[in-house]
């Protein structure tokens, strides 16, 4: 990349990191201050763009679960909801000509229907970026917002492909079934790579060349074929440190999808205009979501979160845009009122995910009323009878619950927010439920319940430090006057757990020297091999 793209990208993401919303809107402002600047951007930030997406979608496809696509809240909230959005808008835009608004007054039924549609997406690349941060992927509603957000890309896809007037190559059946009959082959590669640099290649050649090449070559989406990929070896024991592998490859690259964004056009001030009055129409597109979910019996919370995450317009609006200007359907304007209406909707929609929570609380008596009768799918199941529980059940988790359980004696209870998860360790034999310590309504469940009689002590093991600091926010709110323990990466952070309130916080690669060490010691002295100089007195 250019040094001054760089240098523009780094400085506005670390302003607005500042001020509390993701850098990512920072990013997009880059994008607008480098084309106010007249700096066009050219194939390699394209090129960094296309890498980016592909990349987002082979790591979603590393994490998806395909099952859940098939459940009625995501295939079915999904075409509802873009049947009901692309209807709404189509109104509003035909209301908008008869006013004589400026570029609506220009635009046939056909026009008005392939705008609509291009702005019923909501943005993948958003909703992963946001949700990741907080560490909410797996959980109810980021999994039911991920699972929707795919659903609309394959419209997209079944759309752009229709739009060309041909249809994927005959080989295309054959280059599917050939992949699932590789997979075992693709699994033994995988095996026999270290956990290094070429874990790492293995992944980019996953994604961009038996993912993205192979389907460009039976005229079929890159990107689809990057998800594709991505899912069919998910269930590989390396598929997690693959998807972490990458990630700091694809935060990059993402970095050039969003200038790319701002660099799409100069704005005039009725394009502008045009952009803002769009924007205004977004609280319609989150209330829609938010009541079909609630339809198909998610709690109010898990719904108005996932709404949130879908609360903007789509990077695949501008795809649907481009395909109607090259066929002559919309004028090229309609793409700069599109990319600036999408970046509008990120800078929106940040605070608004970031504050999910607090608006959840404020409202939540108001929310509460659009609930479904009957069990939730996230409601806490079980009494809670446990002294002590353990948050986020990955290795850190398992490895304290079980030490626990030997050294205390107690009555020692796991959770965490993914299904899968919390049903794998319930296998196991553990004592493990399915909940959210970011989520105020399981804290109330518990504390009803009389869980805070028993409850003495929380160890917070998430992996993400504002998932952890948000439980510890909860905990407070909840009224809980027990011991809280937390987890790390970082000095700044266990300073700011601390000053949260959190009793003991550590930080775990530190902390897994002195476990490293304690385990030695404690064999050594078991087989009766302790060295002498361990065995003096200390």
Known sequence: MDPLWLTVAFLCGFLVRQVGLPPLVGFLMAGFILNAMGIEGGTTLQVAADLGVTLLLFTIGLKLELGSLFKPRIWAGASLHMLVTVGFLGLAFAGFAHLGLAHFTDLDTTSILLIAFALSFSSTVFAVKILEEKGEMASVHGSVAIGILIMQDVLAVVFLTASTGKLPSPWAIVLVAGLILVRPYLFRIMDRCDHGELTILFGFFLALVVGAESFEAVAMKSDLGALIIGMLVAKHPKAKELAKSLLGFKEIFL?????????????????????????????????????????????????????????????????????????????????????????????????????????????????????????????????????????????????????????????????????????????????????????????????????????????????????????????????????????????????????????????????????????????????????RVCQRPA
Not at 450 to 476: T, Y
Request: hydrophobic residues 50%.
């Open 255 to 531: 970095i050039g999808f969003f200038l790319s964004i701002g660099l799409a056009g100069i704005p005039t001030l009725e394009t502008l205009g045009i952009a803002v009055l769009l924007c205004l129409l977004i609280p319609v597109k989150v209330a829609l979501f938010f009541v079909l979910l609630c339809g198909f019996k998610l709690r109010a919370r898990s719904s108005l979160l996932s709404s949130f995450s879908l609360a903007n317009y789509s990077e695949f609006g501008l795809i649907v845009g481009a395909v109607g200007v090259a066929n002559g359907w919309i004028a090229p304007d309609w793409l700069v009122i599109i990319a600036v209406a999408l970046s509008l909707t990120f800078v929106l929609a940040s605070p608004l995910n970031s504050r999910g929570d607090g608006i959840y609380s404020r409202y939540q008596k108001l929310l509460l009323k659009y609930e479904r009768r009957g069990r939730h799918p996230d409601d806490l199941a079980e009494p809670w009878r446990a002294n002590i529980a353990v948050f986020g059940m990955g290795r850190i988790g398992i490895g304290a619950y079980e030490y626990l359980k030997e050294r205390c004696g107690a009555n020692v209870r796991g959770v965490d927010l993914n299904t899968k998860v919390a049903q794998e360790q319930k296998d196991a034999g553990r004592d493990v439920v399915l909940g959210d310590a970011t989520d105020p309504d399981f804290w109330e469940s518990v504390k009803t319940g009389g869980g805070f009689d028993r409850l003495e002590l929380v160890l917070l093991a998430m992996p993400k430090h504002r998932a952890n600091m948000s439980a510890v926010q909860q905990l407070r709110k909840a009224g809980y006057g027990g011991t809280i323990a937390a987890i790390a990466m970082y000095e700044d952070q266990l300073q700011e757990l601390k000053a949260a309130g959190v009793h003991a916080a550590f930080n775990f690669y530190a902390e897994a020297g002195a476990g490293f060490a304690e385990h030695v010691y404690e064999s050594a002295l078991a087989a009766g091999i302790l060295p």
